[in-house]
Every structure is written in structure tokens, then in C-alpha cells.
């Protein structure tokens, strides 16, 4: 695997970098919405809502929550999830300066 350059860019830059990779899967975006629906965590029920196996909804849980957008208790066996509302606000916040910048821009390129 090659080395990455991502200490050459801006906390902000890479911060943006890891939501979007966390937001770029349709699993991913099926569990963030399953836990925004419920508004409360989920312990377990996770896999009985998706077409997928537990080893790969317990992956995308893992990408979620190295990017910050969700965080996990242990409960005995069970590992509960549910959606950091202060990481959220960043991601949130960080989306939105982003696109506001392309708006401040006037231009008839392409």
C-alpha cells in the first residue's frame, strides 16, 4: 500500500476526507439512517434491518466509527451503537462550509 500525504493537508481537509469516506458507502448511509430513525442505540438489532452479514455490518460500524459520526458502548456481549450528535455537528458544519465556498465562487468555467 502506498504511503499517504494526508499530514500535508489541513486538520479541516482531512477531517472532510474521513466523513466522506465513512459516507461513502450505501451500507454505511442505511445504518447512519436506521440510527437517526430510532434516535436511540442499537444493541444487535442492526443486522435483522440489513441484507447483510454480521461480519460486514460489524465492518461498516468499524468505518463509522473511526470516522467519529457514531459511537459504540459495550453491554455486556453486545456493543450498542448510536450517532455522536457532537461529531455530527462537525461533519455537519464542515459539509456546509464547503459547499457554501463553491457558491461564493462566480464562474462560467466548463
Known sequence: MGVTKAEEFSV???????????LSH?????ILKLLI???ACICGD???ELPLSQSTVSQHLK??????LIKGDIDGTKVCYC??????????MAFAELFESLQAINTTCC
Open 12 to 22: 479541516k481537509d482531512n477531517r472532510i476526507a474521513r466523513y466522506a469516506k465513512a
Open 46 to 48: 442492526i443486522v435483522d
Open 83 to 92: 450517532i455522536d450528535d457532537k461529531e455530527w455537528a462537525l461533519a455537519k
Open 26 to 30: 450505501p451500507a454505511r448511509i442505511a
Open 37 to 39: 430513525k430510532k434516535q
Open 63 to 68: 468505518e463509522l466509527k473511526e470516522a467519529g
